[in-house]
């Protein structure tokens, strides 16, 4: 089954209505897999460069090499000391913003141009990720 952003699937969000498991569970997974992206784009920009490497970024936050590999091989459920400490280990730290479901909606049709007002989960990943991490 594909989940879609419409209007209807952000009812309960965009009404300050009590917001069902499921849809808890989609966010946050977005929001993991958004995260995990941030950091391993970083590390790898960073290790094409030959500035860091995963064992010196193991030694440099006191983890095992195998620790880093873990958290560089998927997203988990990192926690935000994790997130953290990964970033501080490479020499960036995160810039963070959010933006309104409403928004990001407009946005998308704007971009898009989809007059059934349907954001797929496909369509997520090509739009603009709202974390980024700077130098």
């Not at 992206?37 to 590390?43: G, K, N």
Request: glycine share 6%; no cysteine.
């Amino acid at each position: 089954m594909t989940t879609s952003l419409t209007p209807s699937f952000l009812t309960e969000i965009l009404e300050g209505k009590s917001i069902p498991a499921g849809k808890l569970a989609y966010f946050r997974t977005q929001l993991r897999y958004a995260l995990h992206d941030v950091v391993l784009r970083e590390f790898l920009r960073r290790e094409d460069k030959a500035e860091i490497s995963k064992a010196e970024l193991a030694r440099r936050i006191g983890r095992k090499p195998a620790q880093i590999s873990r958290w560089l091989g998927a997203p988990g459920n990192w926690t935000i000391n994790t997130v953290s400490d990964l970033l501080l280990g490479m020499g960036v730290e995160p810039k963070i913003s959010v933006q309104s479901l409403e928004d990001r909606i407009g946005s998308h049709l704007e971009k898009w141009g989809d007059s059934e007002n349907i954001i797929s989960p496909e369509t997520l990943e090509e739009m603009p990720v709202a974390l980024d991490s700077h130098a």
